[in-house]
C-alpha cells in the first residue's frame, strides 16, 4: 500500500511542473502581445515626428522591463531568453554581413570610403583617449581591452537602422543618402572585422570570467587558425554549393525542401566551426555571411525570412530582455559623473564623425552642412551596439550596471536627433530645388518666356517653327528659345567627338550631324530675320545615349531657367497623313523628361502644324482651341493658351467640359464622396478659369463655348468633331484624369504619357490634320515636401569623382 502510494506522488508533481510551464508560457505570450501592442502605439504616437521604430522599442523595453512582476518572471526564463537573445542576434549579424561587399578592400577607395575611413579614424582616436580617464571600466587590469573594444563600437554605425531610417524618411535614394547608406555599410564591415580579430586576441567572454587572465597564445592561434579555415572554405567551397542549390531551383518553382534544408545546414556549419574553438558565435555569422555568395535564391530568401522574423518577433523580445537587464534601481541619476560620461560618449561620437566627414568634405568639395549632416547621421548606433553593451554589463566586474544603462542612454540619444538632421537636408534640397515660379500659370504675364525647344532632326522644324510663331503672342514682351537637338550619341558619334578643355562641353565633328544641325540653324534663324519680332533665339544641344538624354534635357532646363520645355512626339506623320511607328527611344525620353523636369513640359503632336506659312504673314487666321475639364495641367493649358490668344494671326476657342447632370448617366455623379483635395481642386479651377475669362473671353478677344456632357462616349464625339475645325487642340496632360467624362478612355490607351484626351486626339486613327500640343504643370513631386525621393543636394569638385 505504501508502495503504490509512493509511485503516485511522481505523476502529480510532474503534473503541476507542467501545468506551471504552460502557465508560465501563456504568461510570456501574453507579455509579448503586450509589448508588441504598446510599441505599435508609442510608434503610431511618435510618428508625426518621424522617428523609427527603434525609439519606441528602447522605451517600452526598458519601462516594461523594469516592472516588478515582469521581472519576477523573466527570473525564471532567464537561460531561454537568453538562448533567444544569443540566436536571433546571430541572424542579425549573419543578414548584416549578407549585405557586405569584401572584395572593396581590394579596390580603389571610392568616394564614400574615404569618408567612412575618416570618420573612423577620428573616433577610435578620441574614443581611445578619452574613455580612460572616465573609468567607464574601473578594472585596471583589463583597462585596454575594453577600452579598445568600445573605442571600435563608438566608431562604427548601425547600417541597418540608418538605411531604415533614410528609407522611411525618403531620402534613401537621394545624393546624400545614398552617399550615407553606403559610408555606414563600410564603416560597419571595417569595424566588426576589425573587433573580430581584437576578439581572437583577447577574448571579452574569457576575461570576465577571470579579469587574471593571461594571454594564451595556444589559444589564439587555434581560434585565429579556425577563423581563417571558415572564411577561406565559405569563400572557396560556398559558391558552387549555392550555385548547384540555385540551378536546381530555377526562379518561378518552389524551392525543393531538401535543398533548402541542406543549405540551411550548410550555413548552421559554417558558423558553427570557429565557436568550437571559442570564437564568439555573433562575429563567427557576421564572418560567414560576408563571406557568403550574395546573388541566387537562397540568399534572398534567407536574408528575407530573417529580416520578416527579426522585426515581427525577436525585436520586441530584444528589448524586453534589455529593460531587464538594465535595471534602473542601479541607475545612479543623482551622481553628477553618470551623466558627464553620457554626454562624453556623445560629445566624442559626433565630434569624431562631424570632424571626419567635414576633412574629408573638404578634399571632396561637399558643402559644409551636408558634410556636418553625415557626421550626425553616421553616428546613429542600433542593436550590436545595445547588445554589446548589455553582455558586458551582465558579466558584473568589467562595468557598473548603472555605467552600462548609461552607455545605453546614449545610444538612444544618437538615434534620437537624426529625424531633426534629415528634416535640415530636405530643407536645404527644398530652397536648391525649383518651385512652382517654373509653371506658366505663376508667371507673370509680362515677363519674357522662356522655352527649351527640343527637336529630333529637320523633320521637326516645320512644326517647331509654328510652335514658336504662335507663343510669341505679341511682340511685346517676347519669347526666349532655345532650339536644342536630341543626338543619341552612338559609337560613329562618340568617335569624332572632341572635348573641350576645362569646359564640361563637347564639339561634335561627325559630318552628317554637323550637316543636320546647320540645317535646322538656318531654318530657324530664316523665320527670326523674316518674321522675328520678339523672338530671341539660341541654339543648344543634349547629345547623349537614350539612357542618359532626359537627364540632360532636365539639366539643360534647369541651367537655362526656362519654364516650358517642347518634345516632339516619338511618331511622325507620313505623306499618306498616318503616323509611323515611331522610335521608342524617344519616347522613353518624353516619358522620363515628363516624370522628372524642373518646369512644365509639352509634347507636340505635329500633323501639319508647320506648313502655316500664311500665319507667319499673318495673311489668314488659324483656329486654334483649348480644352478645360479641370486640374493643374488645364490650368496650365490656359496659362499658355492666354499667351497665343495675344498673337493676331490666331483665332483662339476655349472648350470647357462639364458634367450634364441631367443625363441618366451622369445622376449618381451628385452622390459621389468627394474628397477634400479633390474639392480644393475643383475650388482652384473655378477661380482660375474665373479669372481667365474675365481677363480674355468679356472683352471678345477668347471665344468660349460650353460642352455639356453625360460620358466618356460624348466626349469622344466632341473630340472627334474637330477635324476640320482646328489646326491645334491644346490641352492639360492629366485633365479630366477622374472624371466621369474620361472614364473608361485608359481601357483602350495607346498612348499613357499623353493623358486621356491627349492619347485620343493623337490616336493614329482619328484625325490627320489636328495637331495637338500636351502640356504638363510642372509640380512638385515626391512625398517629402515636393522633392523627388532621388534629389540632389550636395556639391563636391567633380574632377574628384570617378564613381
Known amino acids: 500500500m505504501a508502495f503504490g502510494l509512493s509511485m503516485a506522488v511522481p505523476p502529480l508533481i510532474c503534473g503541476d511542473k507542467l501545468a506551471d510551464l504552460i502557465v508560465g508560457l501563456a504568461k510570456n505570450f501574453s507579455l509579448f502581445m503586450v509589448m508588441v501592442i504598446l510599441c505599435n502605439g508609442l510608434h503610431f504616437v511618435l510618428k508625426p515626428y518621424s522617428q523609427p521604430r527603434i525609439t519606441s522599442h528602447i522605451i517600452v523595453g526598458v519601462i516594461v522591463g523594469n516592472i516588478g512582476f515582469v521581472r519576477s518572471l523573466f527570473e525564471k526564463?532567464?537561460?531561454?531568453?537568453?538562448?533567444?537573445?544569443?540566436?536571433?542576434?546571430?541572424?542579425?549579424?549573419?543578414?548584416?554581413?549578407?549585405?557586405?561587399?569584401?572584395?572593396?578592400?581590394?579596390?580603389?577607395?571610392?568616394?564614400?570610403?574615404?569618408?567612412?575611413?575618416?570618420g573612423i579614424l577620428i573616433t577610435f582616436l578620441l574614443a581611445i583617449t578619452v574613455s580612460p580617464f572616465l573609468k567607464y571600466f574601473p578594472n585596471i587590469d583589463k583597462l585596454v581591452e575594453f577600452s579598445l573594444a568600445l573605442s571600435i563600437l563608438m566608431a562604427s554605425t548601425d547600417s541597418p537602422v540608418l538605411t531604415r531610417l533614410l528609407t522611411q524618411l525618403k531620402i534613401g535614394k537621394s545624393?546624400?543618402?545614398?552617399?550615407?547608406?553606403?559610408?555606414?555599410?563600410?564603416?560597419?564591415?571595417?569595424?566588426?572585422?576589425?573587433?573580430?580579430?581584437?576578439?581572437?586576441?583577447?577574448?571579452?567572454?574569457?576575461?570576465?570570467?577571470?579579469?587574471?587572465?593571461?594571454?594564451?597564445?595556444?589559444?589564439?592561434?587555434?581560434?585565429?587558425?579556425?577563423?581563417?579555415?571558415?572564411?577561406?572554405?565559405?569563400?572557396?567551397?560556398?559558391?558552387?554549393?549555392?550555385?548547384?542549390v540555385n540551378n536546381e531551383n530555377p526562379e518561378g518553382r518552389p524551392m525543393k525542401g531538401p535543398h533548402l534544408i541542406l543549405s540551411i545546414a550548410f550555413v548552421v556549419l559554417m558558423c558553427s566551426s570557429?565557436?568550437?574553438?571559442?570564437?564568439?558565435?555573433?562575429?563567427?555569422?557576421?564572418?560567414?555571411?560576408?563571406?557568403?555568395?550574395?546573388?541566387?535564391?537562397?540568399?534572398?530568401?534567407?536574408?528575407?525570412?530573417?529580416?520578416?522574423?527579426?522585426?515581427?518577433?525577436?525585436?520586441?523580445?530584444?528589448?524586453?530582455?534589455?529593460g531587464f537587464e538594465a535595471d534602473l534601481r542601479k541607475f545612479e541619476a543623482k551622481n553628477v559623473s553618470t551623466w558627464v560620461k553620457i554626454l562624453v560618449l556623445m560629445v566624442v561620437s559626433i565630434v569624431g564623425k562631424v570632424s571626419g566627414a567635414l576633412a574629408t568634405g573638404a578634399i571632396q568639395g561637399f558643402h559644409w552642412p551636408e558634410a556636418i549632416s553625415i557626421g550626425l547621421l553616421l553616428t546613429t548606433k542600433g542593436h550590436l551596439h545595445i547588445y554589446m553593451v548589455v553582455k558586458v554589463m551582465s558579466c558584473g566586474v568589467a562595468t557598473?550596471?548603472?555605467?552600462?544603462?548609461?552607455?545605453?542612454?546614449?545610444?538612444?540619444f544618437t538615434i534620437l536627433y537624426m529625424p531633426s538632421v534629415v528634416a535640415l537636408i530636405i530643407k536645404r534640397a527644398r530652397k536648391r530645388s525649383p518651385t512652382h515660379r517654373l509653371a506658366l500659370q505663376s508667371l507673370d504675364p509680362s515677363s519674357e518666356l522662356r522655352i527649351l525647344l527640343c527637336v529630333h532632326g529637320p523633320q521637326n522644324v516645320p512644326a517647331s517653327i509654328s510652335f514658336v510663331e504662335i507663343t510669341k503672342g505679341g511682340a511685346d514682351p517676347g519669347i526666349l528659345v532655345y532650339v536644342a537637338d536630341m543626338i543619341e550619341l552612338t559609337?560613329?558619334?562618340?568617335?569624332?567627338?572632341?572635348?573641350?578643355?576645362?569646359?564640361?562641353?563637347?564639339?561634335?565633328?561627325?559630318?552628317?550631324?554637323?550637316?543636320?544641325?546647320?540645317?535646322?540653324?538656318?531654318?530657324?534663324?530664316?523665320?527670326?530675320?523674316?518674321?522675328?519680332?520678339?523672338?530671341?533665339?539660341?541654339?543648344?544641344?543634349?547629345?547623349?545615349?537614350?539612357?542618359?538624354?532626359?537627364?540632360?534635357?532636365?539639366?539643360?532646363?534647369?541651367?537655362?531657367?526656362?519654364?516650358l520645355v517642347?518634345?516632339?512626339?516619338?511618331?511622325f506623320q507620313r505623306q499618306d497623313r498616318t503616323l509611323d511607328g515611331g522610335n521608342q527611344g524617344f519616347r522613353y525620353v518624353n516619358r522620363k523628361v515628363l516624370r522628372s523636369a524642373p518646369c512644365s513640359v509639352g509634347i507636340l503632336v505635329d500633323r501639319g502644324f508647320g506648313s502655316l506659312e500664311r500665319l507667319t504673314r499673318c495673311q489668314a487666321s488659324e483656329n486654334v482651341a483649348v480644352i478645360f475639364i479641370g486640374g493643374k495641367d488645364d490650368r496650365e493649358a490656359l496659362a499658355y493658351a492666354s499667351r497665343v490668344a495675344q498673337h493676331p494671326g490666331v483665332n483662339l476657342t476655349v472648350i470647357r467640359f462639364l458634367v450634364d447632370t441631367t443625363a441618366e448617366s451622369?445622376?449618381?455623379?451628385?452622390?459621389?464622396?468627394?474628397?477634400?483635395?479633390?474639392?480644393?481642386e475643383m475650388q482652384l479651377d473655378d477661380e482660375c478659369f474665373a479669372e481667365f475669362y474675365e481677363k480674355h473671353v468679356i472683352g471678345g478677344r477668347i471665344a468660349y463655348t460650353e460642352k455639356h456632357l453625360a460620358n466618356a462616349s460624348e466626349t469622344f464625339s466632341i473630340l472627334k468633331s474637330f477635324e476640320g475645325q482646328y489646326s491645334l487642340v491644346i490641352v492639360g496632360r492629366e485633365g479630366g484624369v477622374n472624371s466621369i467624362l474620361t472614364r473608361g478612355m485608359n481601357d483602350w490607351q495607346q498612348c499613357p504619357e499623353l493623358g486621356p484626351i491627349g492619347d485620343v486626339l493623337s490616336g493614329p486613327d482619328f484625325a490627320v490634320t489636328v495637331s495637338v500640343l500636351i502640356i504638363q504643370q510642372h509640380r512638385l513631386k515626391g512625398e517629402i515636401d515636393g522633392l523627388d525621393e532621388d534629389f540632389s543636394v550636395m556639391s563636391y569638385n567633380k574632377n574628384n569623382i570617378r564613381d
Open 666 to 680: 451622369s445622376r449618381l455623379v451628385g452622390y459621389r464622396i468627394i474628397l477634400p483635395e479633390q474639392e480644393e
Open 175 to 244: 545624393d546624400i543618402g545614398k552617399l550615407v547608406i553606403a559610408c555606414a555599410m563600410h564603416s560597419d564591415f571595417v569595424c566588426y572585422c576589425t573587433l573580430a580579430i581584437c576578439f581572437i586576441l583577447a577574448p571579452l567572454p574569457d576575461i570576465c570570467s577571470d579579469l587574471h587572465l593571461g594571454f594564451d597564445s595556444k589559444k589564439v592561434m587555434r581560434m585565429g587558425f579556425a577563423v581563417l579555415g571558415e572564411v577561406v572554405f565559405t569563400l572557396v567551397i560556398s559558391p558552387f554549393f549555392m550555385s548547384w
Open 491 to 563: 559609337n560613329e558619334i562618340s568617335v569624332n567627338l572632341e572635348k573641350d578643355e576645362g569646359v564640361h562641353t563637347a564639339t561634335v565633328k561627325d559630318k552628317e550631324v554637323m550637316e543636320m544641325r546647320e540645317k535646322i540653324t538656318n531654318s530657324f534663324q530664316a523665320h527670326v530675320a523674316e518674321n522675328g519680332e520678339g523672338i530671341t533665339l539660341k541654339r543648344t544641344m543634349a547629345l547623349s545615349t537614350i539612357n542618359n538624354m532626359p537627364q540632360d534635357i532636365c539639366v539643360l532646363a534647369e541651367d537655362l531657367m526656362v519654364a
Open 77 to 118: 526564463f532567464n537561460s531561454t531568453f537568453g538562448f533567444i537573445i544569443d540566436f536571433g542576434m546571430m541572424a542579425y549579424m549573419f543578414a548584416l554581413g549578407i549585405e557586405m561587399d569584401p572584395y572593396i578592400l581590394l579596390q580603389k577607395p571610392p568616394r564614400y570610403v574615404r569618408v567612412a575611413y575618416t
Open 566 to 571: 517642347i518634345l516632339p512626339f516619338h511618331r
Open 400 to 412: 557598473t550596471v548603472s555605467t552600462g544603462i548609461g552607455m545605453i542612454f546614449a545610444i538612444f
Open 274 to 322: 570557429s565557436v568550437l574553438t571559442g570564437f564568439t558565435p555573433i562575429l563567427s555569422a557576421f564572418i560567414v555571411g560576408v563571406c557568403f555568395p550574395k546573388e541566387g535564391r537562397v540568399s534572398k530568401w534567407v536574408v528575407t525570412k530573417i529580416n520578416y522574423v527579426l522585426n515581427t518577433i525577436f525585436f520586441y523580445i530584444f528589448f524586453l530582455w534589455v
